[in-house]
């Protein structure tokens, strides 16, 4: 199945080809024109900005909070019934040091709020938060790709292996391009979601 987009293209591959490449060039000018510093950290409105600038030009969903309930392999996230309560409690969530700001990452990627581009939105939300909190970033290129997959899978019910994953590649550069480019990097986010009815959940 191919998403809704505004490209007209209706193969999966080529979708995600121009996707990856347009919303890269999206991410170079969130960038370079310093829209980021005017978002307030840790708030879900700054991710839905952030959401809708890498991906206007793609999906008419681009900011939105999504409308389907969507699992990756046999996780479910967030339903929907429930994905607007959740997104209050995770705004409220403390994030005055490390180990808070990760747990708030951990939860607003069980709620992955939006149809697709989930990943790439909430890591430069989580670079956001981790700048202004501790004047720190997560250099990207010191993960591994494996690694953090299987570790955010786990966080929901360990969180200790993506702490330290994340906390091994701060860096101090917070306002390095490439280091921020790496945190966009398509092979870091979950491919192919499928969709359940809310029935299902029972």
């Keep these: 199945m191919v998403l809704e987009n505004k490209l007209g293209l209706t193969n999966s591959a080529d979708l995600a080809r121009e996707e990856e490449r347009i919303s890269k060039k999206k991410a170079v000018k969130l960038f370079e024109t310093g829209y980021l510093d005017n978002l307030t950290a840790g708030k879900f409105e700054s991710l839905s900005e952030i959401h809708k600038y890498l991906f ?25 019934m429930y994905l ?25 990627n069980v709620a992955h709020p939006f149809r697709e581009g989930n990943g790439r939105s909430t890591r430069i939300w989580l670079d956001l938060i981790l700048k202004k909190e501790i004047g720190k970033v997560v250099d990207w290129s010191k993960i591994d790709k494996e690694d953090y997959l299987l570790a955010m899978e786990r966080s929901p019910i360990k969180n200790l292996e993506i702490k330290e994953l994340l906390k091994n590649a701060l860096t101090d550069d917070i306002n390095d391009r490439e280091v921020y480019m790496k945190g966009i990097d398509a092979s870091y986010h979950y491919e192919g979601y499928n969709i359940f009815k809310s029935n299902d959940l029972k």
């Design 56 to 80: 206007e030009d793609i999906y008419p969903f681009a900011g939105e909070i999504r409308k389907e309930n969507i699992a990756k392999g046999n996780f479910r996230f967030a339903p929907v």
């Design 84 to 108: 607007k309560s959740a997104l209050e409690n995770i705004e409220a969530m403390p994030q005055s040091n490390f180990d808070e700001i990760i747990e708030k990452y951990v939860e607003m």
